[in-house]
Nanobody, 125 residues
Framework: QVPLVESGGGSVQAGGSLRLSCVAS????????GGWFRQAPGKEREFVAS????????YYADSVKGRFSISRDNAKNTVYLQMNSLNTEDTAVYYC??????????????????WGQGTQVTVSS
């Protein structure tokens, strides 16, 4: 098991920024690909961003490219999601995940082995 705990969610006005953090305990996060997903009310969970074990390779959904940035600090067992220029369509519960996938990143939720409990992000106009 790799317990993941997200933090940093909250309410912000459109155009604002938030930074989400995801801390892994029990095992070293650096041995897993990191990812962020989100789920808005009435919608399916969707991929947001993924980062390789080293942190050198990242991948983003088109909807957040240029606005969001995923990073990691393996010494702190933490993966981050910096979210800028937020708009109302970014409102969702954001989930952190860890994958033992062999590639540099993982795009499908089925590839992830462990999930956090989620943190709410609400963007108002």
């Amino acid at each position: 098991q790799v317990p993941l705990v997200e933090s940093g969610g909250g309410s912000v006005q459109a155009g604002g920024s938030l930074r989400l953090s995801c801390v892994a305990s029990g095992r070293t996060f650096s041995t897993y690909v990191g990812g962020w997903f989100r789920q808005a009310p009435g919608k399916e969970r969707e991929f947001v961003a993924s980062i390789s074990r080293s942190g050198l390779t990242t991948y983003y959904a088109d909807s957040v490219k240029g606005r969001f940035s995923i990073s990691r600090d393996n010494a702190k067992n933490t993966v981050y999601l910096q979210m800028n220029s937020l708009n109302t369509e970014d409102t969702a519960v954001y989930y952190c995940a860890a994958a033992s996938a062999s590639g540099s990143y993982a795009l499908r939720s089925s590839e992830y082995d462990y999930w956090g409990q989620g943190t709410q992000v609400t963007v108002s106009s």
